[in-house]
Nanobody, 126 residues
Framework: QVQLVESEGGLVQAGGSLRLSCAAS????????MGWFRQAPGKEREFVGA??????SYADSVKGRFSIDRDYAKSTVYLQMNSLKPEDTAVYYC?????????????????????WGQGTQVTVSS
């Protein structure tokens, strides 16, 4: 069992930056592929990015603006968001996948993940 606790999101102006964190407790953090998703009102939850020992991958909509880092000593994964746009407004979720056969490029679906954080609101004003 893994518990994921996300930091608070916030309100930021377009063009600004925000960093989210997700602290994991429970089983060994390094065993899990960690992902970030987001869900805007009226839309389905969508993949943002993922990180594992082998590297990271990102959705095209955030590539070049968002980055994911893992601090294995702190069992924490971060989502750094730069050049934010109003369309980035959503509830952001971190997630953990125990499916060791998946790469970060494969683990892009909600069903690929076993554990989820509580979600945190990010609002980007224009």
């Amino acid at each position: 069992q893994v518990q994921l606790v996300e930091s608070e999101g916030g309100l930021v102006q377009a063009g600004g930056s925000l960093r989210l964190s997700c602290a994991a407790s429970g089983r060994t953090f390094s065993r899990y592929l960690m992902g970030w998703f987001r869900q805007a009102p009226g839309k389905e939850r969508e993949f943002v990015g993922a990180a594992s020992w082998t590297g990271t991958s990102y959705a095209d909509s955030v590539k070049g603006r968002f980055s994911i880092d893992r601090d294995y000593a702190k069992s924490t994964v971060y989502l750094q968001m730069n050049s934010l746009k109003p369309e980035d407004t959503a509830v952001y979720y971190c997630a953990a996948s125990s499916r060791q056969s998946l790469t970060t490029y494969q683990a892009t679906g909600v069903g690929d993940y076993d554990y989820w954080g509580q979600g945190t609101q990010v609002t980007v004003s224009s």
